[in-house]
């Protein structure tokens, strides 16, 4: 593997950690009501928990998962595997966000909560890719 593409993933896994430590926090802080609108209906039937518990479940993983991805190097791919299915565990949110209209985090149009949708496999990919050190 190159220094660039070395150089490349340490950025943007560096990136993601930053990301998802300050989304965590987010959640667990600021913006605890708004997250809720991404939280889908039928996570809440039959568990215990309500849309707050579930905001803050998440926040918590978050803020575990990205600091991992820079204080346990040796555990790297596991990681983004981890956080990988993380983001598609979540996916259900954002779909449900966009068909019953929710607004949240300046998501206040159909167009905006539609766009949303094609980011998350770009924040899978991300995952992937910045975990790996290019060897099979």
């Given amino acids: 593997m190159s220094d660039t593409t070395s ?15 300050f989304a965590g926090l987010t959640h667990l802080f600021w913006g605890r009501k708004e997250f809720q609108a991404q939280v889908p209906d039928w996570t809440t039937r039959g568990t215990g928990f309500d849309k707050d518990d579930v905001v803050i479940v998440s926040g918590v993983l978050e803020v575990m998962l990205g600091a991992s991805l820079v204080v346990l190097p040796g555990s790297r791919r596991t990681l983004g595997n981890c956080l990988a299915a993380f ?7 954002n779909v449900e966000q966009y068909l019953k209209k929710r607004d949240g985090f300046g998501l206040d149009t159909d167009r905006k909560r539609f766009l949303r949708l094609f980011f998350q496999p770009v924040l899978v990919a991300v995952a992937l890719w910045s975990t790996r050190d290019g060897r099979r």
């Fill in 87 to 93: 983001f598609v565990g979540i996916f259900p949110g």
């Fill in 7 to 21: 150089s490349l993933r340490t950025f943007a896994r560096w990136s993601l950690s930053g990301a998802m430590v």
